[in-house]
């Protein structure tokens, strides 16, 4: 197991090669455009990442799993070998767009079958934007069992980026629970439904630190582990570090902060930020961010790195790292109290930092001024034959066994519901700000079919859950694009009215965006990537309970599907006589 | 979810039930045989089978899992849904011989892929002998995890067993652990090996008793819970009962007893066994037993029936169940301590029930007089880089992810090593009373390959394990046949001598048969059902750590295969372009 990299030979046959050459020609210079070649193995291991034993997918061993680092043209080759007993797998590379390679997508259900234990799946794509990306399965609730990393595209030599820092640092974060995924699911699947509560800790780069005092006693805590010793972000005086932060959490909004230290955004999802301070970061799952933080405060000290639960009230202890003055020790805590972060609740702090979010100068890629077609997304909290669920305009998804790539790429029409799911809602009549009348929703496995190349406004909209006076953050994820963010708002989004204040100006491209309580978000996107595509809220327990969709869009066009997507309901066994 | 029953209508089209009328008709009068359709989904719940919470892999709820009832020459069908989130299935009819169907015997990696979540398979056989058997998960180490029941095949109507009794009752017995399945599973492939422990408690008809003080108190312990109270077999004074009792330990050989009241074994994994009387039942895991007992004792009060742990060192309370005289309450507690079970390391008393059952008089099979092949399987307890395994002839048996049936069937011999597996050891120098001086084994999921219609003795050659002066008790299990117990014997089988004391005469046949401590068991078989089957410790953790074979044996004759056993590996998609 390992990395290992293939210069590229770019003009070589045969014509696989030739294809694929062609690919990287397009997006850099070939002579640059390398194979990144990585094996891994998924196996079940024992971690403590906050002191606390259970068990945790792993990849080679490890969570989080390896950082892919790649130059932007290069082609990204990992070979997936599941080693789990009697679970399958999958895996998405969150921010990647697959262009060309839809197959590749790692999102279970929708383009691909699961991969079964034993064996070997090659995930194989271009990455062709620089910046900071994630991976992280995408099957059933595996993601919150540690499945996840990072994958960091770097410019091609020579090119540089619009802005100066002397070192590179990767930050993942995570929300982390003493119960098995297994419990959780069983739990939100069941009548009455069963909550697992909010998380035990919090992980800065897969550490955290839980009070071993509150374990059970059959339970192994050991707060000495050195696997829950706090991460240590060491610098030197007076450099300027680019911190990339991604969060990979299973359902908190969180709030990043360097004690003392302010923070300078320059860029999100891959795409250039215009540069603004902030003291705090608030960050929601599936987000990625860069700052810059300069060490540039009093270095005879360290000081904390804290992470703060947001949007939800929080019962989880502060997460820390230590931000580490060199030459002082490691280990010497900062003589200071961590930072507690934001008011858990003060919305428009957060909603003000989303707005403040916007392509910089220079590098802003201009929307289409109109769509094609506009999908409205009211999101709630359900009740579906007594079980809770969430559901868009009343919908609650549910995904198939066999993937919709292969199913609408062979014609297998049967094999999902050909009603399309609702182009919007009753916005004149439903009230946002009360627990709905009758909050049953059905269930469908209806997809959205989008005009190819067609220009596409998807509009969420908040609402109350089934509890008084409660509206939760959704931060939404669109596959296989970047969609640029248009607007946010507070209370019921007003077709007529609020287009007219869109930003078209610089608007911010991102792959994942927050939907904040009682609040709208609206986005376009360019249906310009021939594939089937899921549009999700990344808290895993609501994606699982229903809060997504999927969209379709020049199917068509996709090249012959591999077959190792298949296996799996339909697509079990095409053909060939045993 | 349910059962419902078809009436056999034997002369209708088209040709496939022409042809299954014609399997029915060999074996039972036509107009009695019916199809038994079943329909299951396989989900995890929250169970507290021994008041202490955990998850269970139930069928439609619950665990054992319904009961299937059937007469001899139906067929059964059972349409397997599973309903697990991430994780495959496959149900294996334990002593079910598959006359004609190999692909439904349920064994995956052998006979089939999983099943995968959100899929429907559906197993289909005839069910030709009255008896007592079982079905459990064959997959990763899912049995432990709850999925498990009975079958009870009764003689169609007007036929009589050779014995006589008034009541027909189930007795399932089980294991049980607090840890789930995964965590065993993973500290069995550790370096160096983590061990679960003894289990907890040991469960009759899924129900037994924790001391819920010795909980975590992060644990859920509910010893008010109705799951855990015992289970009642209540009787009437004067009648006799057939109780069929079954054990489906992971570990475990039982013995048990009811208090007071002797018991005679009649019959044995489908077989009448000559009757004889016993105090109490030694039983080990993949074995039944069908043992008459009369309710002749003091009908004022209630008996305790008790379940102790012998050949291992008991560190797990005995398994209570009351056996309850009407109209006394069954909740009244016997006044007398329960039975503590015979000496758990009485050796020869177990070994002297097995000597004792020996075929019923009248319904003996003969064997036939000579084996076309022997083979010898020197069982020991083995070291592959580091880790712990368990072997036949210092081999140790690794799954393929291709099942057999289908590479054997359709010439894939590339996907598992086309080495056969030594037919032997060095009998004449191996110590089986010491530690091996080296115990490093190799693994291999090579098969023995025999010819169709010979027949086949089998020599199981018990040693020491990795730890001086211990030798442990291996249930061995054979699918697709019934062999014949031709002997038992202490120490080193010697191939001149111990065969010329083989029981010819009466020996009882079976589909499971203990190995005990530094002995010898010896059986035959006819290799006449065409198939691949395997062969192997039914202690769940052993073949798990590779205490298994397989044989293949005129696999040409087997009918087309259904496509609904592939889907992985080698068969994942076969052939059409998508």
Known sequence: MGVFQHRWLPCSPPVAVLVLCLILCMSTPSAEARVRHHRWEITYQFKSPDCFQKLAVTINGGTPGPTIDAQQGDTVVVEVKNGLLTENVAIHWHGIRQIGTPWSDGTEGVTQCPILPGETFIYKFVVDRPGTYIYHAHYGMQRSAGLHGSIIVSLPGGVKEPFEYDEDRNIILNDWWHRSTYEQAVGLSSIPFVWVGEPQSLLINGRGRFNCSQAGTTAVCNPNSPQCSPYVLTVVPGKTYRLR??????????????????????????????????KNLNIYSGETYSVLVKADRDPSRNYWAALNVVSRRPTTPTGLAVFNYYPNHPSRSPPTAPPTGPLWNDTDYRLDQSLRIRARRGYAVPPPRTADRVITFLNTQNRINNRTRWAVNNVSFTLPHTPYLVTLKQGLLHAFSQEPPPETYDYQNYDIYAVARNPNATSSDGIYRLEFDSTVDLVLQNANTMNPNNSETHPWHLHGHDFWVLGYGKGVFDPEKDPKNYNLMDPIMKNTVPLHPFGWTAIRFRADNPGVWAFHCHIESHFFMGMGVVFEEGVDRVGRLPTSIMGCGHAKVLGRKP
């Open 245 to 278: 932060i991604t969060s990979i959490t299973s359902l908190s909004a969180l709030n990043f902060e360097i004690e003392g230290h302010n923070m300078t955004i320059v860029e999100t999802d891959g795409h250039y930020v215009e540069p603004f301070v902030v």
